[in-house]
């Protein structure tokens, strides 16, 4: 699956104004409340589960890139993320926000995309938005995201160097203002490498963030060797598993098993902990409609997009556009639950979840369960 192309040809400098304006028609334009087929008359009760909290202690966010459900659950090439799906929980029903990559990261931190709909993430220069991480400081929670090969400069592009290993579209954290320009902020955005030291220290971070790179995240894009990293090159796959796809998931699921060891073996890990893996959204599978997406389905408050949107294609007839069916799975530190839960859900819900667990107020479309955006609960307290 290739990555969707950059779009700064088709968004111009007005259209980037708007690019970062809420999207005052990302509610009210969608149906959510058929297909609930778990938890869907307990809306209420969900929405209130963790305001007594906190009811864990540590919350692990491990982001993949670019695969449905369909691509990576059973799928010979992805054996350990395959394993934890059918051990512990997963959501059948989980969905990326919307389309392509970093609208997905964004939205999964401050409860919207903004009416961001590309990747060009050189032009988010002036984002002051609320975030989960304003949010976990001002409330004394602890947090970190661990970004592997991150650049010296972090407010790079890619790294090292011109070579996409790290991609800056796919770190949150440093596109928004209030943490790219305080330092204290800013020092919580670290490389991969210092995670396993950080779990094991006497203050883990509470909330950890796991961006890994393109050659492991499943993305690809690297058609170089880069010295030290026997993961590269990692070209995009063209089809579902062809051969560079393939390789994708070998080693994305070679680095999600060593990410789960290094989190469940530290310090930092206990029965009130759990790890969310899931990846931003669906195949990129050229398909023209979409704006080369497998499909825009989703639901929970994804975006209303109008038809024949440069930014998707002058194809697409217009509605939500959401980002397709993608695997979702949580591990928990009280053992295994072989559970499937059915209810609809996005990268808004886990949002909700983390701030229901350390009472923070809900951003954006965060809580908002009149459009089905429900929390995770059902997942983690699975018997």
């Not at 799975?329 to 499937?340: A, E, K």
Request: glycine content about 10%; charged content about 15%.
């Amino acid at each position: 699956m290739r990555s969707a192309p950059k779009m700064a040809s088709i968004i111009g400098a007005a259209a980037l104004v708007a690019a970062i304006v809420p999207q005052a028609l990302a509610s009210g334009h969608l149906s959510t409340a058929s297909g609930r087929t778990a938890g869907g008359s307990q809306t209420a009760a969900h929405s209130q589960a963790g305001r007594h909290g906190p009811r864990l202690d540590h919350i692990f966010v491990i982001m993949l890139e670019n695969h449905s459900k369909s691509s990576v659950i059973d799928d010979p090439n992805a054996p350990y993320i395959t394993s934890l799906a059918h051990e512990y929980s997963m959501a059948d029903n989980y969905y990326g926000v919307t389309h392509p990559s970093m609208p997905n990261y964004i939205a999964s931190i401050a409860g919207d995309n903004f009416g961001i709909q590309d990747d060009n993430s050189q032009n988010i220069v002036n984002f002051d938005r609320p975030n989960l991480a304003d949010q976990l400081a001002a409330h004394g929670v602890s947090w970190a995201g661990y970004m592997e090969d991150l650049p010296a400069d972090k407010l790079a592009e890619t790294g090292p160097g011109d070579v996409p290993l790290y991609a800056k579209k796919h770190d949150p954290f440093v596109l928004f203002d209030s943490i790219k320009n305080d330092p204290a902020q800013l020092a919580n955005v670290k490389d991969y490498s210092q995670m396993a030291g950080d779990l094991n220290s006497a203050n883990p971070p509470q909330f950890v963030w796991i961006t890994p790179n393109q050659c492991h995240d499943m993305h690809g894009g690297v058609y170089v060797e880069v010295p030290g990293h026997p993961e590269t090159p990692c070209p995009y796959g063209d089809t579902k598993d062809d051969p560079n796809d393939a390789a994708l998931k070998q080693k994305a699921d070679d680095f999600v098993q060593g990410a789960v060891n290094t989190i469940t073996s530290s310090n930092a890990w206990d029965k009130k902990s759990i790890i969310v893996i899931v990846t931003d959204e669906n195949d990129y599978t050229g398909d023209e409609q979409t704006g080369g997406w497998e499909s825009a389905d989703g639901c929970c408050d994804s975006p209303y997009v109008e038809a024949g949107d440069a930014r998707v294609s002058p194809d697409w007839p217009g509605g939500t556009y959401g980002g397709g069916l993608i695997p979702a799975i949580v591990v928990t530190g009280s053992g295994q639950h072989h559970y499937v839960d059915h209810t609809p859900y996005n990268h808004y819900s886990l949002l909700t979840t983390i701030e229901q667990n350390w009472k923070l107020p809900y951003l954006g479309h965060a809580g908002d369960t009149a459009h089905g955006v429900v929390p995770l609960w059902p997942l983690i307290n699975a018997k």
